[in-house]
């Protein structure tokens, strides 16, 4: 299996995977610099370079990580030999989202698990597929002092994670001290040790990396309880702790925090749990066998112009890709002019309202909620 890889820079995940991936099977990566294969600066390739590279390596699978609205145009320039796989991260994305990918990819694994069946119905080659632990960079160690009662670190975007800023909001207004960081991944698990418990709020009640990535480093994990039957994979009290409300949560941190041996058995019992069933290496088995034993279902594409121009698949990460597509739609003549600038006038307006909604609350965060970490 000679497998080519959409490679990003960071934030993503491409990083963390490519590591794992590169263990377990032959990986070339193609990206917009420094690749093995090199996609021009507004993503188009050229159609013979690929196919003689694909020839060249034997190329079997091409895979693709993204959590966010982009669609790569260049898709459709492989040839039908090599099966297109997506992995979707994001786990609180609306369906409607989704669409765009269900036309272009031949192989989707899904994070997301209350979606499949009913994602199956437009794109029968959907299969579930779950984050991993990276141990490489989540670890113990030896000598951390536990220095802080209780760390979040994560993303406050308004139209997503509200829930977020309320709770952080009423931890602090009732005396729980909680040092919200925006730390960098390299300086997560120096974080995460430092801290007595790693607090997690999921987006919209899906899996996150996070879960793993306290897990992994050894601290308590303390989280809502997301949906797709996480529950019973990790057990509450077991190898992490729930809580269903703020004044539960409140309740818990207390508990926690006093009750030192409790709280260190499981986050032993977590993190002997996670590195041994679910840390990347694992995980990257399981993918692989998924490729391995996957046939595939044939299903009728629609144009992915159908999906991309209905406003809940726009992103403000991608504004100019998301525009061409749409003035695209419209010289091809596949909407009309009237709808053109109807879909154009609710993009502007959204972005605009995001942009300013985005920069409130961050102001908000970093002036009243953001405690300064030592690296």
Excluded at 37 to 42: A, F, G, K, R, Y
Excluded at 229 to 244: A, C, G, S, T
Excluded at 326 to 350: A, D, F, G, H, W
Aim: a positive charge; hydrophobic letters at 40%; proline letters at 4%.
């Amino acid at each position: 299996m000679n497998i080519l890889m959409f490679y990003k820079d960071k934030p993503s995940l491409d990083p963390i995977i490519y590591p794992y991936l590169k263990k377990h099977a032959k990986v070339f990566i193609l990206s917009k610099r420094d690749g093995d294969l090199t996609i021009n600066p507004d993503d188009t390739i050229d159609t013979k370079m690929l196919h003689d590279f694909i020839k060249k390596k034997k190329i079997t699978h091409f895979f693709y990580v993204e959590n966010s609205a982009y669609v790569p145009i260049f898709l459709n320039e492989f040839p039908i030999e090599v099966t297109k796989v997506m992995l979707l991260i994001d786990t609180h994305i609306n369906k409607n989202r989704r669409l765009p990918y269900l036309a272009l990819f031949d192989l989707i694994l899904l994070v997301n698990k209350q979606q499949v069946s009913e994602l199956r119905t437009i794109n029968p080659n959907i299969e579930w597929f779950t984050y991993g632990g990276d141990t490489k960079a989540f670890y113990k160690l030896p000598k951390a002092e536990k220095k802080y009662n209780v760390v979040f670190n994560g993303n406050i975007i308004p139209w997503i994670h509200y829930h977020r800023f309320f709770m952080l909001w009423y931890l602090r207004t009732h005396g729980v001290d909680v040092l919200y960081s925006t730390a960098t991944y390299q300086h997560h698990n120096k974080l995460f040790n430092e801290s007595k418990i790693v607090l997690n709020r999921t987006p919209l009640g899906g899996w996150n990396l996070r879960i793993f990535e306290a897990m992994s480093s050894g601290s308590l994990l303390m989280t809502d309880i997301p949906s797709n039957n996480m529950e019973k994979i990790f057990i509450d009290k077991k190898h992490l702790v729930y809580y269903n409300s703020f004044a539960d949560l409140k309740n818990k941190i207390d508990y926690y925090l006093v009750h030192d041996k409790e709280r260190e058995k499981i986050a032993k019992q977590g993190y002997n749990f996670v590195r041994r069933n679910y840390s990347w290496d694992a995980q990257i088995n399981k993918l692989l066998d998924i490729l391995k034993r996957h046939k595939y279902k044939n299903f009728t594409r629609n144009p992915y112009y159908l999906s991309l121009s209905n406003l809940e698949c726009f992103s403000f990460r991608n504004k100019a890709l998301a525009l061409k597509c749409l003035r695209s739609s419209l010289v091809e003549k596949e909407i009309n002019k009237l709808r053109y600038y109807y879909y154009l006038s609710q993009y502007l307006t959204y972005l605009t309202a995001t942009d300013w909604i985005i920069a409130v609350l961050n102001f908000i965060r970093v002036h009243f909620l953001t405690k300064p970490f030592e690296k």
